[in-house]
Protein backbone atom coordinates (compact mmCIF):
# COMPACT_ATOMS: atom_id res chain seq x y z
CA UNK A 1 0.00 0.00 0.00
CA UNK A 2 1.21 3.05 -1.03
CA UNK A 3 0.20 6.52 0.81
CA UNK A 4 -3.40 7.53 -0.30
CA UNK A 5 -4.50 6.66 -3.70
CA UNK A 6 -2.89 7.86 -6.56
CA UNK A 7 -4.67 9.40 -9.12
CA UNK A 8 -2.14 9.10 -11.80
CA UNK A 9 -2.86 6.72 -15.26
CA UNK A 10 -6.32 6.93 -14.60
CA UNK A 11 -7.31 7.25 -18.48
CA UNK A 12 -10.74 5.25 -19.43
CA UNK A 13 -11.34 4.44 -15.72
CA UNK A 14 -15.55 5.95 -15.25
CA UNK A 15 -16.10 2.68 -17.35
CA UNK A 16 -14.88 0.64 -14.28
CA UNK A 17 -16.46 2.46 -11.71
CA UNK A 18 -20.13 2.29 -13.71
CA UNK A 19 -19.57 -1.52 -14.17
CA UNK A 20 -18.53 -1.74 -10.88
CA UNK A 21 -21.47 0.34 -9.42
CA UNK A 22 -23.92 -2.12 -11.15
CA UNK A 23 -22.40 -5.29 -10.34
CA UNK A 24 -25.19 -5.62 -7.44
CA UNK A 25 -25.57 -8.13 -5.03
CA UNK A 26 -26.47 -10.96 -7.37
CA UNK A 27 -23.39 -10.56 -9.12
CA UNK A 28 -21.53 -11.32 -5.63
CA UNK A 29 -23.62 -14.36 -5.10
CA UNK A 30 -22.83 -16.13 -7.74
CA UNK A 31 -18.85 -15.16 -7.24
CA UNK A 32 -18.95 -17.55 -4.03
CA UNK A 33 -20.55 -20.72 -5.84
CA UNK A 34 -17.46 -20.37 -8.28
CA UNK A 35 -14.97 -22.30 -5.98
CA UNK A 36 -13.40 -24.60 -7.51
CA UNK A 37 -15.23 -28.02 -7.38
CA UNK A 38 -13.56 -31.03 -4.94
CA UNK A 39 -11.21 -32.86 -6.89
CA UNK A 40 -10.84 -30.35 -9.48
CA UNK A 41 -8.25 -27.94 -10.82
CA UNK A 42 -10.46 -24.94 -12.02
CA UNK A 43 -10.22 -21.70 -10.45
CA UNK A 44 -13.23 -18.68 -9.77
CA UNK A 45 -13.57 -17.27 -13.02
CA UNK A 46 -11.07 -14.03 -14.12
CA UNK A 47 -8.06 -13.30 -15.82
CA UNK A 48 -6.58 -11.87 -12.60
CA UNK A 49 -4.98 -12.96 -8.87
CA UNK A 50 -4.64 -9.93 -7.19
CA UNK A 51 -1.71 -9.88 -4.77
CA UNK A 52 -2.51 -6.56 -3.37
CA UNK A 53 -5.82 -4.91 -1.96
CA UNK A 54 -7.50 -3.70 1.79
CA UNK A 55 -10.50 -4.08 3.57
CA UNK A 56 -12.24 -0.92 5.83
CA UNK A 57 -11.63 2.38 6.01
CA UNK A 58 -7.61 2.94 5.45
CA UNK A 59 -7.07 6.50 5.68
CA UNK A 60 -8.80 9.03 6.41
CA UNK A 61 -9.20 10.98 3.11
CA UNK A 62 -10.44 7.17 1.87
CA UNK A 63 -14.21 5.47 2.34
CA UNK A 64 -14.71 1.72 4.44
CA UNK A 65 -14.42 -1.06 1.55
CA UNK A 66 -16.35 -3.93 2.42
CA UNK A 67 -15.90 -7.53 1.54
CA UNK A 68 -19.31 -7.65 -0.42
CA UNK A 69 -17.79 -3.80 -2.19
CA UNK A 70 -14.30 -5.74 -2.53
CA UNK A 71 -15.96 -8.85 -4.47
CA UNK A 72 -18.68 -6.42 -6.95
CA UNK A 73 -15.28 -4.38 -7.80
CA UNK A 74 -13.67 -7.95 -8.21
CA UNK A 75 -16.19 -9.41 -10.92
CA UNK A 76 -16.51 -5.84 -13.17
CA UNK A 77 -12.63 -6.07 -13.06
CA UNK A 78 -12.24 -9.60 -14.09
CA UNK A 79 -10.25 -10.43 -11.01
CA UNK A 80 -10.99 -13.88 -10.08
CA UNK A 81 -8.87 -13.80 -6.57
CA UNK A 82 -7.68 -11.14 -4.32
CA UNK A 83 -5.24 -11.31 -1.18
CA UNK A 84 -6.56 -8.73 1.61
CA UNK A 85 -3.81 -7.48 3.57
CA UNK A 86 -3.40 -6.33 7.05
CA UNK A 87 -1.81 -2.98 7.97
CA UNK A 88 -0.50 -2.78 11.78
CA UNK A 89 2.19 -0.28 12.08
CA UNK A 90 1.46 3.12 13.02
CA UNK A 91 3.15 4.23 9.63
CA UNK A 92 1.00 2.13 7.52
CA UNK A 93 -2.35 3.66 7.20
CA UNK A 94 -4.61 6.02 9.20
CA UNK A 95 -6.30 3.29 11.36
CA UNK A 96 -5.09 -0.12 11.98
CA UNK A 97 -6.53 -2.95 10.26
CA UNK A 98 -5.51 -6.37 12.23
CA UNK A 99 -4.77 -9.54 10.70
CA UNK A 100 -8.25 -10.73 12.98
CA UNK A 101 -10.29 -8.21 11.28
CA UNK A 102 -9.00 -9.54 8.29
CA UNK A 103 -9.66 -12.81 8.90
CA UNK A 104 -13.31 -12.07 10.05
CA UNK A 105 -14.11 -10.06 6.85
CA UNK A 106 -12.94 -12.88 4.18
CA UNK A 107 -14.50 -15.58 5.98
CA UNK A 108 -17.16 -17.20 4.13
CA UNK A 109 -15.31 -16.08 0.83
CA UNK A 110 -11.91 -17.30 1.14
CA UNK A 111 -11.99 -18.92 -2.51
CA UNK A 112 -12.07 -15.83 -3.69
CA UNK A 113 -10.45 -13.36 -0.71
CA UNK A 114 -7.01 -15.31 0.38
CA UNK A 115 -5.92 -13.48 4.05
CA UNK A 116 -3.06 -12.42 5.08
CA UNK A 117 -1.50 -11.62 8.46
CA UNK A 118 1.26 -8.96 9.93
CA UNK A 119 2.95 -8.03 13.10
CA UNK A 120 5.18 -5.27 13.53
CA UNK A 121 8.68 -5.69 13.95
CA UNK A 122 8.21 -3.63 17.62
CA UNK A 123 5.78 -5.21 18.69
CA UNK A 124 6.54 -7.09 22.38
CA UNK A 125 6.08 -10.81 22.67
CA UNK A 126 7.51 -13.53 24.56
CA UNK A 127 10.29 -16.72 23.85
CA UNK A 128 12.49 -14.56 21.06
CA UNK A 129 12.49 -16.04 17.43
CA UNK A 130 10.00 -19.39 18.75
CA UNK A 131 7.10 -16.81 20.49
CA UNK A 132 7.05 -15.38 16.86
CA UNK A 133 6.65 -18.36 15.31
CA UNK A 134 4.08 -19.79 17.55
CA UNK A 135 2.01 -16.29 16.53
CA UNK A 136 2.57 -16.65 12.76
CA UNK A 137 1.38 -20.47 13.53
CA UNK A 138 -1.87 -19.56 14.71
CA UNK A 139 -2.30 -17.24 12.03
CA UNK A 140 -1.56 -19.96 9.55
CA UNK A 141 -4.11 -22.65 11.15
CA UNK A 142 -6.80 -19.86 11.06
CA UNK A 143 -6.13 -19.80 7.09
CA UNK A 144 -3.55 -17.31 6.37
CA UNK A 145 -1.42 -17.31 3.40
CA UNK A 146 1.01 -14.78 3.69
CA UNK A 147 2.70 -11.90 5.37
CA UNK A 148 1.99 -8.79 4.74
CA UNK A 149 1.64 -5.42 4.17
CA UNK A 150 5.07 -4.90 6.26
CA UNK A 151 5.32 -1.51 6.24
CA UNK A 152 6.86 -0.39 9.73
CA UNK A 153 9.20 2.73 9.40
CA UNK A 154 12.56 1.41 10.50
CA UNK A 155 15.24 -0.02 7.72
CA UNK A 156 14.56 -3.15 6.24
CA UNK A 157 17.56 -4.89 7.70
CA UNK A 158 16.26 -3.67 11.07
CA UNK A 159 17.51 -6.93 13.70
CA UNK A 160 14.25 -6.73 14.66
CA UNK A 161 13.02 -7.01 10.67
CA UNK A 162 15.62 -9.38 10.21
CA UNK A 163 13.96 -11.99 13.32
CA UNK A 164 10.33 -11.27 11.56
CA UNK A 165 11.97 -12.47 7.85
CA UNK A 166 13.79 -15.57 9.73
CA UNK A 167 10.35 -16.65 11.73
CA UNK A 168 8.49 -16.40 8.06
CA UNK A 169 11.21 -18.29 6.57
CA UNK A 170 10.79 -21.26 8.86
CA UNK A 171 6.90 -21.33 8.81
CA UNK A 172 6.68 -21.23 5.07
CA UNK A 173 4.82 -17.49 4.76
CA UNK A 174 5.93 -14.92 1.67
CA UNK A 175 6.52 -11.82 3.07
CA UNK A 176 4.91 -8.69 0.95
CA UNK A 177 6.84 -5.49 2.31
CA UNK A 178 6.86 -1.91 1.13
CA UNK A 179 9.62 0.13 0.70
CA UNK A 180 10.19 3.97 0.44
CA UNK A 181 11.88 7.05 2.51
CA UNK A 182 9.93 6.07 5.37
CA UNK A 183 8.70 2.42 5.65
CA UNK A 184 11.36 -0.13 5.51
CA UNK A 185 14.00 2.53 4.66
CA UNK A 186 17.10 1.56 2.18
CA UNK A 187 19.03 3.89 0.23
CA UNK A 188 19.64 3.49 -4.16
CA UNK A 189 20.86 0.17 -4.68
CA UNK A 190 19.25 -1.21 -1.85
CA UNK A 191 21.93 -2.80 0.02
CA UNK A 192 19.71 -3.16 3.12
CA UNK A 193 17.50 -5.40 1.27
CA UNK A 194 20.32 -7.62 -0.10
CA UNK A 195 21.41 -7.99 3.04
CA UNK A 196 18.00 -9.25 4.17
CA UNK A 197 17.50 -11.74 0.87
CA UNK A 198 21.12 -12.72 1.90
CA UNK A 199 20.32 -13.67 5.54
CA UNK A 200 16.90 -15.22 4.84
CA UNK A 201 17.23 -17.63 1.72
CA UNK A 202 14.57 -19.92 2.94
CA UNK A 203 12.04 -16.40 2.64
CA UNK A 204 10.28 -15.25 -0.54
CA UNK A 205 10.02 -11.75 -0.17
CA UNK A 206 7.62 -10.09 -2.54
CA UNK A 207 8.86 -6.27 -3.42
CA UNK A 208 6.34 -3.05 -3.24
CA UNK A 209 6.08 0.14 -2.71
CA UNK A 210 8.04 3.54 -4.31
CA UNK A 211 11.60 2.83 -3.14
CA UNK A 212 10.95 -0.71 -4.50
CA UNK A 213 10.10 -0.06 -7.76
CA UNK A 214 11.79 3.22 -8.39
CA UNK A 215 14.91 0.88 -8.25
CA UNK A 216 13.91 -0.75 -11.49
CA UNK A 217 16.18 2.16 -12.98
CA UNK A 218 19.54 2.90 -12.07
CA UNK A 219 20.95 6.55 -11.32
CA UNK A 220 18.56 7.20 -8.22
CA UNK A 221 20.05 9.95 -6.28
CA UNK A 222 19.56 10.96 -2.60
CA UNK A 223 15.33 10.65 -2.05
CA UNK A 224 14.67 8.57 -5.36
CA UNK A 225 13.41 5.70 -3.13
CA UNK A 226 10.11 7.72 -2.34
CA UNK A 227 9.89 9.40 -5.48
CA UNK A 228 7.95 8.06 -8.92
CA UNK A 229 10.59 8.46 -11.41
CA UNK A 230 9.89 9.52 -15.48
CA UNK A 231 11.49 8.77 -18.47
CA UNK A 232 13.92 6.15 -20.09
CA UNK A 233 15.11 3.41 -17.49
CA UNK A 234 18.40 3.86 -16.96
CA UNK A 235 21.16 0.94 -16.47
CA UNK A 236 22.07 -0.44 -13.33
CA UNK A 237 18.67 -0.65 -12.01
CA UNK A 238 18.98 -2.56 -8.16
CA UNK A 239 16.07 -4.92 -8.77
CA UNK A 240 17.16 -7.05 -11.99
CA UNK A 241 20.51 -6.80 -9.86
CA UNK A 242 18.89 -8.40 -6.83
CA UNK A 243 16.58 -10.78 -9.31
CA UNK A 244 19.93 -12.02 -10.74
CA UNK A 245 21.40 -12.82 -7.44
CA UNK A 246 18.74 -14.06 -5.18
CA UNK A 247 15.91 -16.12 -6.63
CA UNK A 248 14.04 -15.72 -3.20
CA UNK A 249 13.03 -12.04 -4.44
CA UNK A 250 9.99 -10.94 -6.25
CA UNK A 251 8.00 -8.16 -7.36
CA UNK A 252 4.07 -7.06 -6.81
CA UNK A 253 2.99 -4.87 -10.35
CA UNK A 254 0.36 -3.05 -7.55
CA UNK A 255 -0.69 1.11 -7.07
CA UNK A 256 1.02 3.92 -8.81
CA UNK A 257 4.57 2.75 -8.17
CA UNK A 258 3.82 -0.23 -10.15
CA UNK A 259 2.36 1.14 -12.87
CA UNK A 260 5.00 4.06 -13.20
CA UNK A 261 7.85 1.40 -13.40
CA UNK A 262 5.89 -0.22 -16.32
CA UNK A 263 4.77 2.28 -18.50
CA UNK A 264 7.99 5.20 -17.87
CA UNK A 265 9.72 3.30 -20.90
CA UNK A 266 7.40 1.29 -22.75
CA UNK A 267 10.09 -0.85 -24.28
CA UNK A 268 12.02 -1.55 -21.10
CA UNK A 269 8.67 -2.21 -19.51
CA UNK A 270 7.38 -5.10 -21.62
CA UNK A 271 10.86 -6.67 -22.18
CA UNK A 272 11.07 -6.28 -18.43
CA UNK A 273 8.01 -8.16 -17.59
CA UNK A 274 9.50 -11.08 -20.52
CA UNK A 275 12.68 -11.51 -19.00
CA UNK A 276 10.87 -11.78 -15.38
CA UNK A 277 7.71 -13.52 -16.03
CA UNK A 278 8.50 -16.10 -12.96
CA UNK A 279 8.90 -13.41 -10.43
CA UNK A 280 6.06 -10.91 -10.94
CA UNK A 281 2.50 -10.61 -9.68
CA UNK A 282 -0.51 -8.63 -10.75
CA UNK A 283 -1.68 -6.22 -8.32
CA UNK A 284 -3.84 -3.30 -7.63
CA UNK A 285 -3.66 -1.93 -4.08
CA UNK A 286 -7.52 -1.46 -4.76
CA UNK A 287 -8.63 -0.17 -0.89
CA UNK A 288 -11.67 2.44 -1.58
CA UNK A 289 -14.77 2.15 -3.63
CA UNK A 290 -14.49 3.90 -6.92
CA UNK A 291 -10.75 3.96 -7.23
CA UNK A 292 -9.07 4.40 -10.57
CA UNK A 293 -6.89 1.17 -11.11
CA UNK A 294 -4.08 1.89 -13.54
CA UNK A 295 -2.84 -1.92 -14.25
CA UNK A 296 -6.30 -2.58 -15.67
CA UNK A 297 -5.57 -0.33 -18.84
CA UNK A 298 -2.11 -0.41 -18.42
CA UNK A 299 -1.89 -4.51 -19.44
CA UNK A 300 -4.35 -4.03 -21.97
CA UNK A 301 -2.22 -1.94 -23.90
CA UNK A 302 1.08 -4.52 -23.46
CA UNK A 303 1.11 -7.24 -26.06
CA UNK A 304 2.49 -9.88 -23.70
CA UNK A 305 3.08 -13.75 -25.15
CA UNK A 306 0.17 -15.88 -23.46
CA UNK A 307 2.68 -17.70 -21.41
CA UNK A 308 3.79 -14.65 -19.69
CA UNK A 309 0.13 -13.44 -19.22
CA UNK A 310 -0.53 -16.43 -17.17
CA UNK A 311 2.39 -16.22 -14.91
CA UNK A 312 2.40 -12.67 -14.44
CA UNK A 313 -1.90 -12.28 -14.11
CA UNK A 314 -2.80 -15.47 -11.69
CA UNK A 315 -0.39 -18.60 -12.17
CA UNK A 316 2.73 -16.93 -9.91
CA UNK A 317 0.63 -16.08 -7.08
CA UNK A 318 -1.53 -19.90 -6.91
CA UNK A 319 1.69 -21.13 -6.80
CA UNK A 320 3.59 -19.24 -4.54
CA UNK A 321 0.35 -18.61 -1.95
CA UNK A 322 -0.59 -22.54 -2.37
CA UNK A 323 -3.91 -22.11 -3.73
CA UNK A 324 -3.48 -24.99 -6.54
Not at 24 to 42: D, K, L, P, Y
Not at 232 to 238: M, Y
Amino acid sequence: MTSPPDTRFTRRSFHRQALTAMGGFAGVQMTRHWARAEGATSFPKGRYVDVHTHLGQTWNSTDVLTAEGLLRWMDASDVAQAVVLPLVSPESSSYPLTTDFVLAETQGHRDRLIPFCSVDPRTSYSGGIKGLIGMLEKYIEAGVKGFGEHKPGIPIDDERNMTLYAACGEVGLPVLFHLDNQRNTDVPGLPGLAKALEANPKTRFIGHGPGWWASISGGLGKGGLGSYPKGKVRPGGAIDALMDKYPNIHGDLSAGSGANAISRDAEFGRAFLIRRADRLMFGTDFLTPGQPIPQLDLYGTIDLPEEVQSKVFRDNARRMLGLG
